[in-house]
């Protein structure tokens, strides 16, 4: 590095040892990091500083840190600069006052001599040519004084010849002469210490030695420190040019970036950030660090830690700034990675913290609900008992008040008891436990059915429609018991709310909804193998509407429209929530239009299979049937049904009829003289009519189907002899006379039928005998298939059914026949291996389906428990030994 | 001869409270007095000996199934069992049909030693109250011939 500075000698001497002193591994290095512009011109930065001065001394350990202020650092040197000089002035000073001894010396030798001359002056004729001056004889004067006290009174002449004689004046001459000698030696002996004292200050005068020792000691301490330091320091002018750059790490050569700036440097991210900060700080002249990281083509992604402080000169004028950049690429990465670690643990947290939340409130409501279930079933037991006494004391002779009494009582508990199953259907659902069954059923006959049951116990004049489209499958595959339970209910809630007018149910085939869209993809799998259908089901009134602000919270649980429409029309507000959890659950939807004052719209999509043709094994029998039943039609085809209002209908049950399968006396198949009165069939329609089997009290009135109807019913009649004599009863020789009288008897006495399912010889002696006492008589089945053959061939008001038996229990037995009430076909059972025979007595499946009351008879032991009884869908339970009582009660809360 | 009708009557009385007592019969045999009537005089008598008939038979078909040593059917020894149980309940035997419920539990345990055990005391009980009843019905008969009423026991 040259340096062409003249100015001044320790400016120069700096820079040349800053050169000179790299160590000589650096050497090739030193180039390029140590660069210095070549200052333009005469400027002198350095001498612009403004020194603040602080140490006469270099201290060494602060060197570190005056390397980080320009200011500092370069007043070291300026430090050294002065205590230099002042260490000459020193010299200087000491030497002048040495001088000026000497020279008083020497002042008082000559005078001292002038004074010895002049006394002798006018005694020897010594030419003496010294001046008479006044300045000089004043000099005299004081040399002579001093002569005597001071210098030489300790050599005073010492002349032993006689005054005044040649002797004496030679004598006197002689000893002056010594003394004058003497003096000139000590003056010539001065000189020469004068001499040696100006050679040793000549040596002082060059500090400069010390200086560079300092220098070099403070640079080699800077070296060592910064030589493996990611750090990158520099000064740049106010155009934020650099002038000064050190880097460890060079990449560009001094002249790539001397006198340029960063944007003309480098290119990238980070670059613009970084000369905006540095501009800002020259601007606001306060010194201040930020992290910039810096996306180059040089040097890739790197993050520094850049400190700029501006610089200013002794007019407190800015000059530029110094910069200092630490790489700090891995610590801010390490710490994105921690402050990322620590929001994911937060957030991991937080979500953990949500989730036990939502578990434990999840936990809680599960067990408050199964509490809530538990209570209920605990709850239902005993009002079933409540109810169930209280119906059969409604049929006792009663007063008119204790009537009206009775019948408050029996509705409340049909409301408690309605309120408890929903509550208990409400769980099942949202308890994940509700199971959904896939069973063939005829959707045409669920409407029918449905619409049927409802006409039955209508009080208002209102009309019932069911319309079916033609293209809706004859036959489709899916829970028939919930579709009903949901049509029934909807179907009782528009009755309900519907004073005049219609309520009907309106079934269509539709394309897959959009909503279902999005799951189908792993549909799209099942629907290779089988076709499904969207059906699309309108349940529709003209009743009093609900005011659109009341949707919304229509299918919430216990919420009616109004609390005052739950005073008016009751209700649990539970119905139509569990419709909409039962069409969920089933993959559909259910929603509601509707208009005040002018009627409501419940419509519910659901997704069905079509049972197709390939599993003809179950519709064998059907199609067979059908073909039988032809020219008559068949409501497997019917598309149309009505039920209008007859005036004067009479009306005995009170309650609302409600789809529960577990009310006794609400699903026994009620005094079926009200089904005939309330539903007249289409005049175009034979087939509903011919449906109409039944009359009051289950027996049979062959009188008023002996006209154009087939009388189906003397057909049931006898295949129920016939199926005795197709070995239903092991004990028919034992039994047969007895049970013959009793048949005798009930023909005219309207006997209701009761089959008894028992494969204990004894039990059934017993219940024989029981029966006989209580003027009844039954048709024996000796295990679960029989009971089946023998209520496919007769229609019974009443089955006590034992539940464990051998070949099929009471339990599947029950299942399967209401199975069979559901879909009216007996595929279950097939499916479930039992053999039904297809008589010649087909029209036995056109009996119109209606819920058989069963009875189990259970031990009571942790098999046969009376809820697994419920369960399976029997109505009640007797507890074995059967007591004559108990039968007793149990025949007169069902057979009326 | 009114004192042998009444010393019969008291005899017949101890003795079907002492079958009552001792555990022979319960509630359900009362049930069965009950249902006998004019119209079935015999009724009690020939449930009883259907049910006799019933025991025999099962007990010969559990000692069968037991016998198959190495090769018990549990399963088919239970159903008989059951059958006796829901026949001992019928008529009121209240021991054997206590006897029932132990040996259902062997059976549903497999457990042998325990399935020949009860089988052995339901045959001996069985047996007893066979006797006893025969006693009993001896007695009413000697009751009847004495020209004398059954008298109704309440217990």
Same mark, same amino acid.
């Given at each position: 590095?040259?340096?062409?500075?003249?100015?001044?000698?320790?400016?120069?001497?700096?820079?040349?040892?800053?050169?000179?002193?790299?160590?000589?591994?650096?050497?090739?290095?030193? *180039?390029?990091?140590?660069?210095?512009?070549?200052?333009? &011109?005469?400027?002198?930065?350095?001498?612009?500083?403004?020194?603040?001065?602080?140490?006469?001394?270099?201290?060494?350990?602060?060197?570190?840190?005056?390397?980080?202020?320009?200011?500092?650092?370069?007043?070291?040197?300026?430090?050294?600069?002065?205590?230099?000089?002042? %260490?000459?002035?020193?010299?200087?000073?000491?030497?002048?006052?040495?001088?000026?001894?000497?020279?008083?010396?020497?002042?008082?030798?000559?005078?001292?001599?002038?004074?010895?001359?002049?006394?002798?002056? =006018?005694?020897?004729?010594?030419?003496?040519?010294?001046?008479?001056?006044?300045?000089?004889?004043?000099?005299?004067?004081?040399?002579?004084?001093?002569?005597?006290?001071?210098?030489?009174?300790?050599?005073?002449?010492?002349?032993?010849?006689?005054?005044?004689?040649?002797?004496?004046?030679?004598?006197?001459?002689?000893?002056?002469?010594?003394?004058?000698?003497?003096?000139?030696?000590?003056?010539?002996?001065?000189?020469?210490?004068?001499?040696?004292?100006?050679?040793?200050?000549?040596?002082?005068?060059?500090?400069?030695?010390?200086?560079?020792?300092?220098?070099?000691?403070?640079?080699?301490?800077?070296?060592?420190?910064?030589?493996?330091?990611?750090?990158?320091?520099?000064?740049?002018?106010?155009?934020?040019?650099?002038?000064?750059?050190?880097?460890?790490?060079?990449?560009?050569?001094?002249?790539?970036?001397?006198?340029?700036?960063?944007?003309?440097?480098?290119? &990238?991210?980070?670059?613009?950030?970084?000369? *905006?900060?540095?501009?800002?700080?020259?601007?606001?002249?306060?010194?201040?660090?930020?992290?910039?990281?810096?996306?180059?083509?040089?040097?890739?992604?790197?993050?520094?830690?850049?400190?700029?402080?501006?610089?200013?000169?002794?007019?407190?004028?800015?000059?530029?700034?110094?910069?200092?950049?630490?790489?700090?690429?891995?610590?801010?990465?390490?710490?994105?990675?921690?402050?990322?670690?620590?929001?994911?643990?937060?957030?991991?947290?937080?979500?953990?913290?949500?989730?036990?939340?939502? $578990?434990?409130?999840?936990?809680?409501? %599960?067990?408050?609900?199964?509490?809530?279930?538990?209570?209920?079933?605990?709850?239902?037991?005993?009002?079933?008992?409540?109810?169930?006494?209280?119906?059969?004391?409604?049929?006792?002779?009663?007063?008119?008040?204790?009537?009206?009494?009775?019948?408050?009582?029996?509705?409340?508990?049909?409301?408690?008891?309605?309120?408890?199953?929903?509550?208990?259907?409400?769980?099942?659902?949202?308890?994940?436990?509700?199971?959904?069954?896939?069973?063939?059923?005829?959707?045409?006959?669920?409407?029918?059915?449905?619409?049927?049951?409802?006409?039955?116990?209508?009080?208002?004049?209102?009309?019932?429609?069911?319309?079916?489209? *033609?293209?809706?499958?004859?036959?489709?595959?899916?829970?028939?018991?919930?579709?009903?339970? $949901?049509?029934?209910?909807? $179907?009782?809630?528009?009755?309900?709310?519907?004073?005049?007018?219609?309520?009907?149910?309106?079934?269509?085939?539709?394309?897959?909804?959009?909503?279902?869209?999005?799951?189908?993809?792993?549909?799209?799998?099942?629907?290779?193998?089988?076709?499904?259908?969207?059906?699309?089901?309108?349940?529709?009134?003209?009743?009093?509407?609900?005011?659109?602000?009341?949707?919304?919270?229509?299918?919430?649980?216990?919420?009616?429209?109004?609390?005052?429409?739950?005073?008016?029309?009751?209700?649990?507000?539970?119905?139509?929530?569990?419709?909409?959890?039962?069409?969920?659950?089933?993959?559909?939807?259910?929603?509601?239009?509707?208009?005040?004052?002018?009627?409501?719209?419940?419509?519910?999509?659901?997704?069905?299979?079509?049972?197709?043709?390939?599993?003809?094994?179950?519709?064998?029998?059907?199609?067979?049937?059908?073909?039988?039943?032809?020219?008559?039609?068949?409501?497997?085809?019917?598309?149309?049904?009505?039920?209008?209002?007859?005036?004067?209908?009479?009306?005995?049950?009170?309650?609302?009829?409600?789809?529960?399968?577990?009310?006794?006396?609400?699903? !026994?198949?009620?005094?079926?003289?009200?089904?005939?009165?309330? =539903?007249?069939?289409?005049?175009?329609?034979?087939?509903?009519?011919?449906?109409?089997?039944?009359?009051?009290?289950?027996?049979?009135?062959?009188?008023?189907?002996? &006209?154009?109807?087939?009388?189906?019913?003397?057909?049931?009649?006898?295949?129920?002899?016939?199926?005795?004599? &197709?070995?239903?009863?092991?004990?028919?020789?034992?039994?047969?006379?007895?049970?013959?009288?009793?048949?005798?008897?009930?023909?005219?006495?309207?006997?209701?039928?009761?089959?008894?399912?028992?494969?204990?010889?004894?039990?059934?002696?017993?219940?024989?005998?029981?029966?006989?006492?209580?003027?009844?008589?039954?048709?024996?089945?000796?295990?679960?298939?029989?009971?089946?053959?023998?209520?496919?061939?007769?229609?019974?008001?009443?089955?006590?059914?034992?539940?464990? !038996?051998?070949?099929?229990?009471?339990?599947?037995?029950?299942?399967?026949?209401?199975?069979?009430?559901?879909?009216?076909?007996?595929?279950?059972?097939?499916?479930?291996?039992?053999?039904?025979?297809?008589?010649?007595?087909?029209?036995?499946?056109?009996?119109?389906?209606?819920?058989?009351?069963?009875?189990?008879?259970?031990?009571?032991?942790?098999?046969?428990?009376?809820?697994?009884?419920?369960?399976?869908?029997?109505?009640?339970?007797?507890?074995?030994?059967?007591?004559?009582?108990?039968?007793?009660?149990?025949?007169?809360?069902?057979?009326? | 001869?009114?004192?042998?009708?009444?010393?019969?009557?008291?005899?017949?009385?101890?003795?079907?409270?002492?079958?009552?007592?001792?555990?022979?019969?319960?509630?359900?045999?009362?049930?069965?007095?009950?249902?006998?009537?004019?119209?079935?005089?015999?009724?009690?008598?020939?449930?009883?000996?259907?049910?006799?008939?019933?025991?025999?038979?099962?007990?010969?078909?559990?000692?069968?199934?037991?016998?198959?040593?190495?090769?018990?059917?549990?399963?088919?020894?239970?159903?008989?069992?059951?059958?006796?149980?829901?026949?001992?309940?019928?008529?009121?035997?209240?021991?054997?049909?206590?006897?029932?419920?132990?040996?259902?539990?062997?059976?549903?345990?497999?457990?042998?030693?325990?399935?020949?055990?009860?089988?052995?005391?339901?045959?001996?009980?069985?047996?007893?109250?066979?006797?006893?009843?025969?006693?009993?019905?001896?007695?009413?008969?000697?009751?009847?011939?004495?020209?004398?009423?059954?008298?109704?026991?309440?217990?």
């Amino acid at each position: 590095m040259v340096c062409e500075m003249e100015t001044d000698q320790t400016e120069e001497m700096d820079i040349e040892v800053l050169s000179s002193m790299w160590p000589e591994d650096v050497g090739t290095q030193a *180039d390029n990091q140590f660069n210095v512009e070549k200052p333009a &011109g005469d400027s002198d930065t350095l001498k612009e500083v403004d020194i603040a001065e602080k140490r006469t001394m270099a201290d060494l350990k602060r060197l570190p840190e005056l390397m980080n202020n320009t200011d500092q650092g370069s007043s070291q040197l300026t430090n050294l600069v002065k205590q230099w000089e002042y %260490m000459q002035d020193h010299a200087v000073k000491l030497l002048r006052e040495e001088l000026k001894i000497l020279t008083r010396q020497r002042e008082e030798a000559e005078a001292k001599e002038l004074k010895i001359i002049e006394e002798h002056n =006018f005694e020897t004729q010594e030419p003496e040519n010294v001046p008479v001056l006044d300045d000089t004889s004043h000099l005299f004067r004081k040399f002579k004084h001093k002569k005597r006290d001071a210098l030489v009174g300790s050599k005073r002449v010492e002349i032993d010849e006689e005054f005044d004689t040649v002797a004496y004046w030679k004598q006197k001459a002689l000893s002056l002469e010594k003394m004058l000698e003497a003096s000139t030696e000590r003056e010539r002996r001065l000189i020469e210490k004068l001499n040696e004292s100006l050679k040793t200050m000549e040596s002082h005068s060059a500090p400069v030695e010390e200086l560079t020792q300092n220098l070099k000691r403070a640079e080699g301490f800077l070296h060592f420190i910064l030589q493996n330091a990611p750090i990158v320091m520099g000064h740049q002018d106010k155009d934020l040019r650099y002038l000064f750059i050190y880097n460890k790490f060079p990449t560009l050569r001094e002249q790539d970036i001397l006198g340029k700036t960063d944007v003309e440097i480098f290119h &990238g991210g980070g670059v613009k950030e970084s000369e *905006d900060f540095k501009r800002e700080v020259l601007e606001k002249g306060k010194a201040s660090k930020r992290e910039i990281t810096f996306e180059t083509d040089l040097f890739g992604s790197k993050t520094f830690l850049i400190y700029v402080e501006p610089v200013y000169n002794k007019a407190r004028e800015k000059i530029g700034i110094n910069y200092m950049g630490m790489e700090v690429t891995d610590q801010v990465r390490k710490r994105e990675k921690m402050a990322k670690l620590r929001e994911d643990n937060a957030v991991r947290k937080a979500m953990e913290s949500e989730l036990n939340k939502t $578990i434990h409130i999840t936990e809680e409501t %599960m067990r408050a609900k199964q509490m809530l279930a538990t209570m209920s079933h605990e709850i239902r037991s005993p009002l079933s008992g409540v109810v169930g006494m209280a119906e059969i004391l409604s049929t006792t002779k009663l007063d008119k008040e204790q009537r009206q009494l009775l019948n408050v009582m029996i509705s409340s508990g049909d409301l408690v008891l309605q309120l408890i199953n929903d509550i208990l259907d409400l769980s099942k659902v949202e308890s994940g436990v509700m199971r959904l069954e896939a069973t063939k059923f005829r959707p045409r006959e669920v409407v029918k059915h449905v619409l049927q049951t409802a006409a039955a116990s209508l009080k208002k004049d209102l009309t019932l429609e069911g319309n079916i489209t *033609d293209e809706v499958p004859i036959e489709v595959v899916g829970d028939v018991l919930r579709i009903r339970q $949901i049509l029934t209910n909807l $179907i009782s809630n528009a009755i309900k709310f519907t004073h005049q007018g219609k309520v009907g149910i309106k079934l269509k085939v539709i394309s897959e909804p959009s909503f279902a869209s999005a799951g189908a993809e792993e549909q799209n799998s099942l629907t290779e193998t089988e076709t499904s259908v969207w059906i699309r089901c309108d349940v529709y009134d003209t009743g009093i509407g609900i005011p659109e602000n009341a949707l919304p919270c229509l299918f919430k649980k216990y919420m009616q429209a109004s609390a005052d429409h739950a005073r008016k029309y009751g209700g649990t507000g539970l119905g139509l929530a569990i419709c909409k959890q039962l069409v969920e659950l089933m993959g559909g939807q259910l929603t509601v239009t509707s208009q005040v004052n002018a009627g409501s719209t419940f419509t519910f999509i659901l997704p069905y299979k079509v049972a197709t043709s390939d599993d003809h094994s179950d519709d064998q029998d059907f199609s067979d049937m059908v073909d039988h039943h032809q020219p008559e039609p068949d409501d497997t085809t019917e598309g149309y049904f009505q039920f209008k209002p007859l005036l004067g209908s009479i009306y005995s049950n009170g309650g609302p009829v409600i789809g529960n399968n577990f009310l006794p006396h609400k699903v !026994m198949l009620t005094s079926p003289l009200k089904l005939i009165n309330s =539903f007249v069939t289409d005049s175009s329609n034979n087939t509903a009519q011919s449906e109409m089997v039944q009359v009051e009290n289950g027996g049979y009135m062959d009188e008023t189907c002996s &006209g154009p109807c087939p009388s189906k019913e003397t057909e049931s009649c006898s295949s129920s002899q016939a199926s005795s004599e &197709g070995g239903v009863l092991e004990m028919e020789s034992e039994l047969t006379v007895s049970s013959r009288v009793e048949e005798d008897k009930t023909e005219t006495s309207k006997q209701p039928k009761i089959l008894l399912v028992e494969d204990n010889k004894i039990n059934i002696v017993v219940a024989k005998s029981m029966m006989k006492q209580l003027g009844y008589t039954f048709d024996i089945a000796n295990n679960g298939v029989e009971a089946i053959t023998a209520i496919k061939d007769t229609s019974y008001d009443l089955v006590l059914m034992d539940v464990c !038996m051998p070949v099929l229990d009471g339990l599947k037995a029950t299942r399967l026949i209401r199975s069979y009430e559901e879909s009216g076909n007996w595929d279950a059972a097939r499916e479930a291996g039992v053999d039904i025979k297809t008589s010649e007595s087909e029209q036995v499946c056109v009996h119109s389906i209606n819920r058989l009351p069963i009875i189990a008879m259970t031990a009571n032991t942790l098999a046969e428990s009376s809820e697994e009884c419920y369960a399976n869908g029997m109505d009640s339970f007797i507890s074995k030994p059967v007591t004559l009582q108990k039968l007793k009660e149990c025949l007169r809360q069902y057979l009326h | 001869m009114d004192t042998l009708v009444a010393q019969l009557q008291r005899q017949f009385r101890d003795y079907t409270i002492s079958l009552y007592h001792q555990g022979f019969l319960d509630d359900q045999f009362t049930e069965l007095k009950k249902l006998q009537d004019e119209c079935s005089p015999d009724f009690v008598a020939e449930v009883v000996s259907l049910f006799f008939e019933d025991c025999e038979k099962l007990i010969g078909n559990m000692a069968r199934a037991l016998d198959q040593t190495g090769n018990v059917d549990f399963n088919l020894v239970g159903s008989s069992v059951h059958q006796l149980k829901g026949s001992s309940s019928s008529v009121g035997a209240k021991r054997v049909k206590g006897l029932c419920v132990t040996f259902k539990e062997c059976c549903d345990s497999q457990n042998f030693e325990g399935c020949v055990r009860c089988l052995q005391q339901v045959d001996i009980e069985y047996k007893s109250l066979k006797a006893k009843l025969q006693d009993l019905f001896s007695l009413e008969q000697q009751i009847v011939q004495a020209g004398g009423r059954i008298p109704q026991v309440d217990i």
